[in-house]
Structures are given as structure tokens and as C-alpha cells.
């Protein structure tokens, strides 16, 4: 990929195994690879519902190793791929220094 930072080959990754877990934990009956990564995952985007955000926090925190501790964190994350991915990114860099 012509411009690619590694820190952007990182995050392509991330959000591809992101997709995968998703749709592996929720059972979701769509392909990851057509999932958008700023749509919404609830209501009109990918349409999760309460039940499936219990499952994916704790599928983040399989997957990935995150922990979302509080209706208010979660509100913030788990919006789109994009926020997830970034939250993900985020806590991996507070845990390697």
C-alpha cells in the first residue's frame, strides 16, 4: 500500500479481526468484510440490540483483552468499528508504556 504507516497497517488489521469477532460472537448473518467502520453497530446501522451489547463487551474482552466497565464508556465505544478500533488502539498504548 503506497503511503502505509505501519501504525495504519495496524489499524486495517485491527478493525478486520474486529469484524470477524463480531460476527463470529453475534452470530451476525452479515459477511464482516461489508460491515462500514463508521456506521452505527445500533438502530439503523448494523441494528444491535441491549442483548447484543452485553455480547459484545464480553466478546471485545475475549477477543481482545478490553474491559468496558460502565454504561457510560460503553455509550462512547461501542458506536461504530472506528471507536472500537480506537478505544482497542488506545488502551494497547497505555498498557505498553
Do not use: C
Not at 22 to 34: F, K, M, Q, S, W
Not at 60 to 68: A, D, H, P, T
Amino acid at each position: 500500500m503506497i503511503g502505509a504507516t505501519p501504525e495504519s497497517d495496524e489499524r486495517a488489521q485491527l478493525r478486520a479481526e474486529l469484524k470477524q469477532a463480531i460476527v463470529r460472537g453475534l452470530r451476525l448473518p452479515v459477511p464482516a468484510d461489508e460491515i462500514d467502520d463508521a456506521a452505527p453497530l445500533f438502530g439503523e446501522g448494523l441494528g444491535l440490540d441491549s442483548i447484543d451489547m452485553l455480547e459484545l463487551v464480553l466478546e471485545l474482552e475475549r477477543s481482545f483483552g478490553v474491559q468496558i466497565r460502565d454504561e457510560e464508556t460503553g455509550a462512547r465505544v461501542l458506536r461504530s468499528i472506528d471507536t472500537i478500533t480506537d478505544f482497542i488502539l488506545l488502551r494497547r498504548a497505555s498498557n505498553s508504556t
